[in-house]
Every structure is written in C-alpha cells, then in structure tokens.
C-alpha cells in the first residue's frame, strides 16, 4: 500500500536555528499538508498547498514558516529561526483526486533545545 | 463545522466489542462523519467514512442514526493493539479541506 514518509524521525536543533522537514507524499496525490502535535496535545492544523500555492494556513503558521514543493516529490516545511515551542510532532498529510482521506506520514520529532 | 462530543477515554477488554459514540447535533445536510485513528508517536489514520445508516469496512462498522446527530464507531473483537486515540470527525467532503482535531477518545484495551 502506497504511503506518505517523512526524513528525519527526529531533529534535535538548537533554538534559533533553521530546519526543514521533509515528506515524501503518495505519488499521484494533488493536496498536502503539514500538521502537528505537540506532547499531550491535540493534532493542530499548520497549512494546506495545492497547485503551487498554499490554500489555507492557520494562525500557527507565521512568518517563520514557509513550505515548497521543490520538484515532483518532496513537500518540505521550513522553520526559520526555531524557538523552544516549536518542539513537537511534525505530520504530513496528502489527499488525492479519488479520494477524500488524507493518508499522514508517520511524523517528525522536533526537539528545540 | 459541527461540533462533535466525545468520551475523553473509554477501557476495554480484548476480545470485547467497542462502540464509541460521537454526538454532533448541529450537523449540517451535507456534512459527512469521519473517523480517525491514532496509535501513540504515530500518524492519525483514516478509519471510515459514512453519510447515513451503516458503513462496514474490514477495521470497523460506523451506525448513523436517521436524525443523524450522533454516530457509533463500533470495533468488533478489539485487541491490545487497538489502543489508540480515536477522533470523531463532521465536515463537508472537500480534498482539500484542512482537518479540525479534537481531543478524541482514548481507547485503553486491558489484558
């Protein structure tokens, strides 16, 4: 069964620096997200992309992040300047055309020291 | 979006069967009922999907009433592994519609 995969599993970076996570969604899904999770909390809502551009983002999603989708493949979520509260689960999500679930990769563990 | 309520956790035995009823009393004529599920450190995933009456999949059946204000999520025989977060979800079907986590239902299966 097709997937959604995400590089790392964990980052560990110190606060103020960047990072970018990166997801691999399925092949022929047309809509991705970034969602994420912080310990003990609910699963939030970060952005939403499709066509190139992003359609939705929430309040969480200020400047300091940014998503790509640099060719075919990858959909990468950059934090700029990483701040303690950034530590959480980092999940990607894709939908495709003929379906309306969205299939979440197995997340990336942020830890801002 | 309506919104739904939820036991925050529920405990069963293996082997039992576990329905999980979601209230949603504001649903709206087209908004279908969606469940999720989350095993810790994990992605959520999709459980099932229905509109009305009864959906059965090979994880689980979902029964809506007529009046559609409340849904049961029923796992038949669970088993340790089904201990997980199961999130109860009520929106229109649009692909590109970003998802509204609650808390959900932690389910603790016990030996």
Not at chain 1, 44 to 64: G, M, P, R
Not at chain 2, 38 to 50: A, C, D, K, W
């Amino acid at each position: 069964e097709p997937e959604v995969t995400q590089t790392p599993s964990h980052q560990v970076t110190q606060m103020g620096q960047e990072v970018i996570l990166r997801c691999v969604p399925i092949s022929n899904h047309l809509y991705f997200y970034w969602y994420r999770q912080i310990l003990g909390q609910k699963v939030e809502f970060l952005v939403s992309f499709y066509n190139n551009e992003i359609s939705e983002k929430s309040e969480i999603f200020d400047d300091q992040f940014s998503v790509e989708r640099p060719d075919g493949s990858n959909f990468t979520l950059k934090i700029r300047s990483t701040k303690l509260e950034d530590s959480a689960m980092y999940f990607c999500a894709s939908t495709g055309s003929d379906s309306y679930e969205q299939y979440f990769g197995p997340g990336t563990r942020l830890t801002v020291t | 979006l309506a919104k739904t309520t939820q036991p925050i956790s529920m405990d069963s035995y293996e082997g039992q069967e576990v329905n999980i009823t979601c209230s949603h009393n504001n649903i709206a004529t087209n908004d279908y009922i969606t469940w999720y599920q989350q095993f810790p450190s994990q992605g959520p995933r999709f459980i099932i999907q229905g509109y009305k009456t009864k959906v059965t999949n090979e994880v689980a059946s979902l029964f809506i009433p007529a009046d559609r204000k409340s849904s049961t999520l029923s796992l038949p025989r669970v088993s340790l592994s089904d201990t997980a977060v199961y999130y109860c979800l009520v929106g229109e079907r649009n692909r590109d519609d970003k998802i509204i986590f609650g808390k959900g239902t932690r389910l603790h299966i016990l030996p």
